[in-house]
C-alpha cells in the first residue's frame, strides 16, 4: 500500500509553509511506527506493506492539524485488494469533505 501527497504551491506560500516543511510532518508521523518499513519511495509519496495499515490509517488525522487542509491539493491511498484487481486508489480529500458534509 501507499498514499501519495501532493501540495498546492500557491496554497503554501498564502499561508507561508513550505513543501519540505509539511513532508517532514509527513515522514515524522510514518516513521513513529514501529514496523519502519514505510518508505518515501518519490517525493510525497509514502510506500508500506500490509503491517504498516495502521500508520497510513491513522494518517486520517492529517485534515484535523492547523496546516494541511490549507496547503493539500490532492491526497490518495493505493490499496493493493488481493483480489487480482491490482491497486486501488482512494481520494482521501474527497473521502474527507464527504463524511465531514455528512456530519455538519
Not at 4 to 32: M, P, S, T, W
Not at 64 to 88: A, C
Request: hydrophobic share 35%.
Amino acid at each position: 500500500m501507499k498514499m501519495e501527497f501532493v501540495f498546492d504551491k500557491n496554497k503554501l506560500k498564502q499561508n507561508g509553509y513550505k513543501e519540505e516543511q509539511c513532508l517532514n510532518a509527513i515522514r515524522k508521523h510514518f516513521k513513529g511506527f514501529k514496523s519502519h518499513t514505510i518508505k518515501e519511495i518519490k517525493k510525497g509519496v509514502f510506500e508500506g506493506i500490509e503491517d504498516d495499515w495502521e500508520a497510513f490509517a491513522t494518517a486520517s488525522r492529517f485534515p484535523y492539524t492547523s496546516w494541511f487542509l490549507k496547503v493539500i491539493k490532492k491526497w490518495y491511498w493505493y490499496v493493493d485488494e488481493g483480489d487480482g484487481l491490482g491497486e486501488q486508489k482512494e481520494d482521501c480529500l474527497q473521502s474527507y469533505y464527504q463524511v465531514k458534509a455528512i456530519n455538519s
